[in-house]
């Protein structure tokens, strides 16, 4: 089987190119914030603390820790790049500092969320 990968068409639909490249130009700023954020939750463990903030709402990184078997060190530097990245919050109770997720990172997150849930539900049903 020949590998060819030129392409063989003999008209563009010049308007559908036009069109598809409007639709990129006016999503660049949903693009590059889902891209980013991806990006972050691209990392198991990030992703985990991730669910794990979706799931309780807020967790303070000794929690994280003792749920994820690291050092407090560690967590702090995924909270960290979430910080910065704009994933997350911090809440400051006393000398204790809480993290959750921005409500509107989350509303992205869910459907991955939903779906190790529904994964790990097919699972036990086997």
Known sequence: MENNQSCIRVFADQTQINECRKKLHSNAKSF?????????????????IMFLLEEENELC?????DIL???IPA?????????????IIARRSGQTIFYSII???????????????NQNSKTALV
Request: proline share 6%; hydrophobic share 40%; charged share 20%.
């Open 61 to 65: 990184p000794c929690d994280l820790a």
């Open 32 to 48: 590059n914030q889902l891209s980013s954020l991806l990006a972050l939750a691209g990392n198991e463990v990030r992703l985990k």
């Open 103 to 117: 409500p509107e990172q989350l509303n992205l997150l869910q459907p991955f969320f939903k779906h190790i849930i």
């Open 75 to 87: 967590i702090s530097q995924h909270l960290r790049k979430m910080k910065d990245g704009g994933v």
């Open 69 to 71: 078997g690291m050092s």
